[in-house]
């Protein structure tokens, strides 16, 4: 009983700070609503101060190694594995200021944060037709190589229910083509505990984020897809425990 009220005070409590934050950060974003690029960057400070206030809310013990990869002098797209919506919180606490979201067009509907992406500038996507999402990461890859921005996406194209590593989409392959961006892969250990898919319940347990050194794409293509893909995937396959392993 002690436990199952912690993680409701818990969750209580990340609400109201995440409710605060997100109306605070709305409506600076109102009044950027010309400048795009200037409500990203407002986003990605917002992240800044409520990804750790959540995290730390959450209780679970945080591990962070090779954050000196995450250099927002250098555009790059970084990719994580997706196990929880507690990698939502880690994302835009790591997220160097510049950096562009990836997300499915349904994030509008979570609460708070929903409405905030939607003013932010970051890029919804409509995972169930293939030819609209691909046409959104090549403006996305266009603007992001005009405006001198990184990218944060998950490869996986949706939540791991087991925690295990899910296949990678070839979108990422085509994301690296157009933009020429180095990729960071950012491994993340033990989020499917703490937040399980379709549940309320937050528990704290540790969770480790491995920040990778960047990935040359240089001469990536279509031809070359399947073999970037194993790539990409090995990368994660090094660091990550035997329960999160491809099944």
């Not at 990804?51 to 591990?63: A, D, E, N, R």
């Not at 890029?123 to 959104?136: F, M, N, P, V």
């Not at 990729?183 to 480790?208: Q, T």
Request: glycine content about 8%; hydrophobic content about 45%; charged content about 15%.
């Amino acid at each position: 009983m002690g436990n199952s009220l912690a993680g409701w005070i818990r969750l209580v409590v990340g609400l109201v700070i995440i409710g605060v934050n997100t109306t605070i950060c709305m409506l600076v974003c109102a009044l950027l609503i010309p400048w795009r690029v200037a409500r990203i960057k407002t986003c990605n400070y917002y992240g800044k101060i409520t990804g750790p206030m959540v995290m730390k809310v959450s209780g679970c013990p945080m591990t962070f190694v090779g954050t000196e990869h995450l250099d927002a002098e250098r555009p790059a797209i970084y990719i994580s594995n997706h196990t929880s919506i507690v990698d939502i919180f880690l994302a835009i606490q790591l997220s160097p200021v510049g950096t562009v979201g990836v997300a499915k067009k349904q994030v509008v509907y979570y609460p708070f944060f929903g409405l905030l992406y939607l003013l932010s500038g970051h890029l919804r996507i409509d995972r169930g037709h293939s030819q609209k999402a691909k046409e959104s990461l090549a403006a996305l890859g266009e603007y992001v190589r005009a405006k001198r921005l990184s990218i944060y996406i998950w490869p996986e194209g949706t939540r791991s229910r087991s925690g295990r590593l899910l296949p990678f989409k070839k979108g990422i392959v085509y994301l690296a083509e157009q933009t020429g961006l180095p990729i960071v892969p950012v491994v993340v250990e033990g989020a499917h505990e703490a937040w399980v898919k379709n549940s309320l319940k937050i528990a704290p347990v540790p969770i480790k984020v491995t920040v990778l050194p960047a990935i040359d794409t240089t001469g990536w293509n279509g031809d070359t897809a399947e073999a970037n893909l194993a790539t990409l995937q090995d990368a994660f396959k090094s660091v990550l425990p035997a329960d999160q392993q491809p099944a």
